[in-house]
């Protein structure tokens, strides 16, 4: 079975950094886009970022543009965002995705259970 | 930036009930749609892509149609467990943009 597991969320202070992981099993990771996709308490899904299977392409929304960076691990399974400059806004719960293909602008099939980033002093 | 609207924003039905939720595009996205249904607590879960092929375990009483700017969502045979907040997304173009959400209230 697909697995996602999204860890390495916490409470941090404006302007910290923090780097969540996606650990992803039953399937062969090396072969799928990754995405992460947030939602902010009480409000709806916000696509933040892509990246193709074997890591060449990037893309990101413009409200992480500079701040995050998405990378993946094939030799280990894993999926990545570094989010520095941490603001109040980016407080929300953090999911991974699979992607529906290797590269190209795609939808979800997969879904992690989510991790949560509180950005507050 | 292609914007999505949903409507209606939340309704209501009855067991057994046909709803329909419907999804605009701000500009053509040929049938570049997905839809999420997403119930409270959990992560999203991935029902429809293409405008209307369903994913693999998804229930045939899900169906989604439109292309261009104009798609739906049907849900026949409704159900307790399908309230859910549903949301659809566009993926013709990045940035990737979801809608802002249809509550569904079983009755």
């Known amino acids: 079975d697909v697995q996602l597991l999204e860890s390495g969320g916490d409470l941090v202070q404006p302007g910290w950094s923090l780097r969540l992981s996606c650990a992803a099993s039953?399937?062969?990771?090396?072969?799928?886009?990754m995405n992460w996709v947030r939602q902010a308490p009480g409000k709806g899904l916000e696509w933040v970022s892509t990246?193709?299977?074997?890591?060449?392409?990037?893309y990101y929304a413009d409200s992480v543009k500079g701040r995050f960076t998405i990378s993946r691990d094939n030799s280990k399974n894993t999926l990545y965002l570094q989010m520095n400059s941490l603001r109040a806004e980016d407080t929300a719960v953090y999911y991974c995705?699979?992607?529906?293909?290797?590269?190209?602008?795609?939808?979800?099939?997969?879904w992690g259970q989510g991790t949560l980033v509180t950005v507050s002093s | 930036d292609i914007q999505m609207t949903q409507s209606p924003s939340s309704l209501s039905a009855s067991v057994g009930d046909r709803v329909t939720i419907t999804c605009r595009a701000s500009?053509?996205?040929?049938?570049?749609l997905a839809w999420f249904q997403q119930k409270p607590g959990k992560a999203p879960k991935s029902l429809i892509y293409?405008?209307?092929s369903l994913h693999s375990g998804v229930p045939s009483k899900f169906s989604g149609s439109g292309s261009g700017t104009d798609f739906t969502l049907t849900i026949s045979s409704l159900q307790p467990e399908d309230s859910a907040t549903y949301y659809c997304?566009?993926?013709?173009?990045?940035?990737?943009?979801f809608g802002q959400g249809t509550r569904l209230e079983i009755k």
């Open positions: 039953g399937f062969t990771f090396s072969s799928f886009a």
């Open positions: 990246i193709s299977a074997g890591g060449a392409n990037t």
């Open positions: 293409a405008a209307s």
């Open positions: 995705a699979r992607g529906l293909k290797a590269r190209g602008i795609i939808s979800y099939d997969y």
């Open positions: 500009q053509g996205i040929s049938n570049y």
């Open positions: 997304q566009q993926y013709d173009a990045y940035p990737i943009t």
